[in-house]
């Protein structure tokens, strides 16, 4: 896998399996994370504009949920460990300021190309996290 061996791998992992927006896995905190149950708790998003950022609760209370992590998931999570940022808790951070969604689609269509997989949008692991879980028999809700 071409993005095993990148930066990237735990964040596109993660955005694979569990279906969360970019929004929701840019925001994604430490803390919210919990190793035990091998779960993360998904509760803010986060919007960032020219000079800005800011978190958000969740759109809706329905998107406000608990998502099962696969174990490998978890493992690359454990790895990135090291980069923990302490003033905002971020997993996912370049120097503790948070990604910015048009780098991490610009790193995506990359990996895409180097993988020779035809292009789709970043927002398309989304839907590609549900076929993938209908196929493995987990119920649609």
Same mark, same amino acid.
């Given at each position: 896998?071409?993005?095993?061996?990148?930066?990237?791998?735990?964040?596109?992992?993660?955005?694979?399996?569990?279906?969360?927006?970019?929004?929701?896995?840019?925001?994604? *905190?430490?803390?919210?994370?919990?190793?035990?149950?091998?779960?993360?708790?998904?509760?803010?998003?986060?919007?960032?504009?020219?000079?800005?950022?800011?978190?958000?609760?969740?759109?809706?209370?329905?998107?406000?949920?608990?998502?099962?992590?696969?174990?490998?998931?978890?493992?690359?999570?454990?790895?990135?460990?090291?980069?923990?940022?302490?003033?905002?808790?971020?997993?996912?951070? *370049?120097?503790?300021?948070?990604?910015?969604?048009?780098?991490? *689609?610009?790193?995506?269509?990359?990996?895409?190309?180097?993988?020779?997989?035809?292009?789709?949008?970043?927002?398309?692991?989304?839907?590609?996290?549900?076929?993938?879980?209908?196929?493995?028999?987990?119920?649609?809700?």
């Amino acid at each position: 896998m071409v993005a095993r061996e990148t930066e990237w791998y735990a964040l596109f992992a993660l955005a694979l399996t569990t279906g969360m927006r970019p929004s929701e896995y840019l925001a994604l *905190k430490w803390s919210d994370i919990d190793w035990h149950r091998g779960t993360a708790s998904v509760c803010r998003t986060i919007q960032i504009s020219s000079n800005a950022w800011t978190f958000y609760d969740t759109k809706r209370k329905r998107s406000r949920r608990v998502v099962k992590l696969q174990n490998f998931v978890l493992e690359a999570l454990d790895d990135l460990g090291g980069q923990r940022e302490r003033e905002h808790d971020l997993v996912f951070h *370049k120097g503790g300021q948070p990604l910015r969604q048009r780098k991490i *689609k610009v790193e995506f269509r990359r990996l895409l190309a180097a993988a020779g997989i035809r292009s789709i949008r970043l927002y398309d692991l989304r839907h590609t996290a549900a076929t993938l879980a209908v196929a493995a028999g987990v119920p649609l809700r």
